[in-house]
């Protein structure tokens, strides 16, 4: 059974700085392109970021030059540097992976006060 757990979430000031974890069981991470998404009160989940086979990244264009993804194979660990942080990030952040179907983590909360 696939799981995906999300940690690092919390409560921070605009210009700062967070880094989310993504720690997965069940799956060998290096086979698969690993996402975080994103849903804020009252919007639609949306994507945030992808890293595929290798290092190949991917990024909305809300979040290119401030947030980075990458993965730990050895600790089957996927990661979101979050930089320079502004209240419209605020979301519940979700890691997900297609393993044959789409699988979601539980989220983490990011909350940015302005």
């Known amino acids: 059974q696939v799981q995906l757990v999300e940690s690092g979430g919390g409560l921070v000031q605009a210009g700062d700085s967070l880094r989310l974890s993504c720690a997965a069981s069940?799956?060998?991470?290096?086979?698969?392109?690993m996402d975080w998404f994103r849903q804020a009160p009252g919007k639609e989940r949306e994507f945030v970021a992808t890293i595929v086979s290798g290092s190949v990244t991917v990024y909305a264009d809300s979040v290119k030059g401030r947030f980075t993804i990458s993965r730990d194979n050895a600790k089957n660990t996927v990661y979101l540097q979050m930089n320079s942080l502004k209240p419209e990030d605020t979301a519940v952040y979700y890691c997900?992976?297609?393993?044959?179907?789409?699988?979601w983590g539980q989220g983490t909360q990011v909350t940015v006060s302005s």
């Open positions: 069940g799956c060998t991470i290096s086979n698969y392109a």
């Open positions: 997900a992976a297609y393993i044959g179907q789409r699988v």
